[in-house]
């Protein structure tokens, strides 16, 4: 596999999908190849799980099932989206990947984060992350950004010191992991965005 894979992280309202949004249409402006895709979801079928996970009517959730849903979703955009594209050799940028479930449902949820580890593993077959672009906006800005709790989706209505555990979760998985880029992404959305781009294009990651 010789492209280069690129996932985005950050806590819910961080403008973490706007900043996605912004990158692939400068990427499209300047004719750069790239695939972006998201998690969960990506596939037909994975978009189908991410339904299921996000459905507030599915408030009984285990979080067990929810671990498993989020990485049936993950196997699913791996093996159909993410390893065909990099053997192809092109640039993959992931809106959350295996990062999200170690944050989330590990330090987030409290469940065991090895297993989590293993798992994503499983999931992952042979992908190899090139680079982690990680929003960083503290959990109390993130959750303000936010309004605080909305009733959208059942994850959304998650309390704050939930958001703190994640964030907190984020960074020590920041501290661990050398492919972990943390963006300072507290100010304007448009700055932010150069920070985004300006990296990706200083270590090499446009011009595949
Ligand atoms: P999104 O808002 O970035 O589309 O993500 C949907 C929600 O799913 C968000 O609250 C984060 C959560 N999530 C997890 O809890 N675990 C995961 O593994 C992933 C990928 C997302």
């Known amino acids: 596999m010789n492209g280069k894979f690129v996932t985005v992280e950050g806590c819910d309202g961080v403008g973490k999908s706007t900043q996605v949004r912004l990158l ?3 990427l499209e402006r300047e004719g ?4 972006f895709t998201r998690e969960p979801g990506g596939t037909p079928i994975a978009e189908k799980i991410r339904g299921i996970i996000l459905d507030s009517d599915n408030s009984e959730m285990d ?3 929810e671990l498993f849903l989020y990485e049936a979703s993950r196997r699913q955009h791996t093996k159909e989206i993410i390893e065909p594209a990099l053997s192809k050799g092109k ?3 992931c809106d959350r990947y295996i990062d999200s479930t170690l944050a989330y449902q590990g330090y987030g949820r409290g469940l065991n984060v090895d297993m989590i580890r293993k798992l994503n593993e499983w999931a992952m077959g042979d992908v190899k992350i090139d680079l982690t672009l990680f929003l960083n ?3 109390e800005e ?3 950004r936010k309004g605080g709790a909305s009733r959208e ?3 959304e209505k998650e309390k704050s010191e939930f958001y703190e555990r994640i964030y907190d979760g984020f960074l020590r998985i920041a501290e661990k992991e050398k492919r972990f880029k943390k963006i300072d992404a507290s100010g304007d959305k448009f700055s932010t965005h150069e920070k985004l781009y300006a990296y990706l294009k200083d270590n090499g990651y446009l011009n595949l």
């Open 153 to 155: 989706d059942r994850l």
């Open 142 to 144: 993130g959750f303000s």
């Open 24 to 26: 692939k249409e400068r």
């Open 137 to 139: 906006v503290s959990s």
């Open 91 to 93: 640039l993959v940028i």
């Open 32 to 35: 750069i190849d790239a695939v």
């Open 63 to 65: 979080g067990l099932t």
